[in-house]
């Protein structure tokens, strides 16, 4: 399982996602890290940034991180956005970056988990790089949100099966109970999971669902749609969110787990 975005699809991710979910994930990930000024950090699957650039913050002009990902077009966005921010980019997978081992004083991934092809691998190569007392800590969605599973919903009934399936397993994680058995036999210590819950406000569906589906791995198939099945696959979304209409808003409650430990 992967998540490759290309086209226009990074940039609307940034535009679209990053302020309505991700920005916010970001933040609530990095309470729980307690970065300080000079630390080193490597962001793995980092995306478009906002992860790494609040990490950046945290640690100041003496601090170094690194933002990791496999993905080419999310990197130039996140190049594009820290054009003036002293911020390493490395376009990589989680096994085969060659970074020195007892070099970052944190790991952090937010939502980046469960999409490695080899979880223990990279939770002991995520163990090898970080210094004596270094800390990981990763954000995993909990499941699926009552937006995610209308979408998903949709989709299913709209474009195919399969298109859903793949849209389905962004949300198809390790328990909290896998994560911390997981991390333990990594060598962590301290192992911990802190579950965290958003109340998320996006647009209406008509205008949020097609940015939502053209920000996704699955936008060829949701653009390739003729316009009466767009229109009926974001009625459908609408109508299944209908009770969580506020305000001219969809406002829904979601959730991640947090796994945390030292090494």
Known sequence: MSFQ?????????????????????????LTLVSLEI????????????VTTRIAKQDVGS???????????????????????????WMESDVLGTGLPENSFNAVISQH???????????????????APSGRIAMSIWDGHS???KAICSAVEKFISPDVAKKQRSQRETPSANSL????????????????QELSINVPLAAEFVPLHLGSMPIANAFHSLPDAEKEALV?????????????????Y????????GKK
Request: hydrophobic share 45%; aromatic share 10%.
């Open 146 to 148: 009552a937006y995610t």
């Open 180 to 195: 911390i058995a997981s991390a333990s036999e990594a060598g962590f210590r301290n192992v911990a999971i802190t579950r």
């Open 253 to 260: 409650p979601d959730a991640v787990n947090v796994v945390t």
């Open 112 to 130: 980046g988990y469960h999409y490695f092809p080899d979880q223990p691998a990279a939770l002991k190569e995520f163990y090898r790089v970080l």
């Open 38 to 49: 000079g630390e080193s950090v490597l962001d793995v699957a980092c995306g478009t940034g």
């Open 5 to 29: 975005l290309s086209g226009s699809a990074p940039e609307i991710y940034e535009n679209t996602m990053v302020p309505l979910w991700f920005g916010r994930w970001a933040e609530a990930l």
């Open 235 to 251: 009625a459908d979304v609408a109508h299944a969110m209908r009770d969580y209409v506020v305000d001219g808003q969809i406002i």
């Open 62 to 88: 003496d601090g170094r991180v690194t933002g990791l990902d496999i993905n080419a077009g999310m990197l130039t966005k996140a190049r594009e956005l820290a054009a003036d921010i002293d911020i390493i």
